[in-house]
């Protein structure tokens, strides 16, 4: 059976680089409600990290991210000089040193992502959806988080692409190739929505349109989350949905401003915020 | 910080907005908080201030109704006890 929800595990070395000169090696651990993260930073550069699937065990989940990353750069765990661990699961993650909350993560990572210009950074997780507002040195100034409610959330999107029979990855550019955008599905409940979409496909709607009806639905419910807080530019998008233009391209439209370009995966963002409070962390350390 | 807790749902809007930057750390919002739904934590950046504690944060609309009468005049505890101000709820 083809799971279409199933996204792909991956891995990322930086090349040409090397940890042996460096003074800080810093880790960040992710822990999420859906994928987890480990992200390795020497220097305050990005050097390493991976994204596989959350287990039901964030110790083994953190474990299983944390020796992917490291697998096949020489490193050990005893190399780290401090190990932090954001997410769901970060107060369950036995080596880390420190455990800090993801919405100070992500504003950190989005401003290391984004550049330090970005104002507003909007979280779409697995099973949670934060809007943020930070300072030029990614200090958090202002947030909100909906974790009540699996609208505007991966696992959502996840559910969608299980019954529309579509690849994850290729949700977002099905989505505009329709005639015309059709209006969003009502509901925001994943669960009401997804009857909704099930009786547009019986009525014979074109999948593709079921999908952009779905993606125009999240975006404005992430929008009506953005607006509560007060968007203000420049604006970057963090975690894993920030890869499905079906919904950022949505969003931006209906916010008016365009979303910035990241410089790496969006979806570490978190775990390279993680791994630079580590950095910072080690420096205190050695000055005090 | 305008730390925001709550949630959003088909029956509305409910979030505590707490300025940590009006705060000024005396913790009286938790003392008077009768289902203790305000504590006193240390964020990110050291500070100490309060928070919506987790077991609350989903169902903040049932565990403050106790303090906001249907009708009459309403006095939250928490907002009455913070001196600077630093307490606004939005429903």
Known sequence: ?288 | MKANYGYKDGSGEFFITIDTDKCNSCGDCAKVCPPKVIVMITNDYDEVVPAVAEEHRKKIKYDCAPCKPMSGPRNLPCVVACKPTAIVHSW
């Open chain 1, 1 to 288: 059976m083809v799971e279409y929800w199933r996204w792909k595990e991956y891995r990322w070395t930086a090349p040409d680089a090397d940890w042996k000169n460096a003074k800080t090696i810093s880790c960040g651990i992710d822990v999420g409600s859906v994928s987890s993260q480990a992200v390795i930073m020497t220097d305050g550069n990005l050097y390493a990290y991976s994204n596989m699937r959350t287990g039901s065990n964030s110790p083994d989940s953190a474990r299983r991210a944390l020796d992917w990353a490291l697998e096949g750069t020489g490193l050990k765990q005893e190399n780290m000089h401090f190990i932090v661990g954001t997410g769901y699961g970060r107060i369950n993650i036995p080596f880390a040193n420190k455990a800090i909350t993801e919405i100070a993560c992500h504003a950190r990572g989005a401003n290391f992502m984004y550049g330090p210009t970005v104002r507003t950074v909007l979280d779409m997780g697995g099973q949670d959806c934060k809007a943020i507002r930070c300072d030029e040195k990614g200090k958090v100034t202002a947030f909100l988080m909906n974790d009540k409610c699996a609208a505007g959330t991966g696992r959502g999107m996840e559910v969608f692409a299980d019954l529309l029979q579509v690849h994850i990855e290729e949700v977002g550019d099905l989505s505009f190739k329709v005639d015309k955008e059709p209006p969003p599905v009502s509901s925001t409940c994943v669960v009401f929505a997804k009857s909704e979409a099930s009786a547009l496909l019986r009525k014979g709607v074109p999948k593709n349109e079921v999908l952009a009806a779905y993606c125009s639905a999240m975006a404005h419910r992430v929008f009506s989350l953005l607006e509560r807080l007060g968007v203000e530019k420049d604006f970057g998008i963090t975690g894993g949905i920030s890869k499905n233009k079906g919904v950022v391209d949505r969003l931006t439209k209906e916010l008016g401003i365009t979303s910035l370009t990241p410089r790496y995966d969006p979806q570490v963002a978190g775990g390279v915020g993680a791994a630079l409070f580590a950095k910072s962390l080690v420096e205190k350390q050695r000055a005090g």
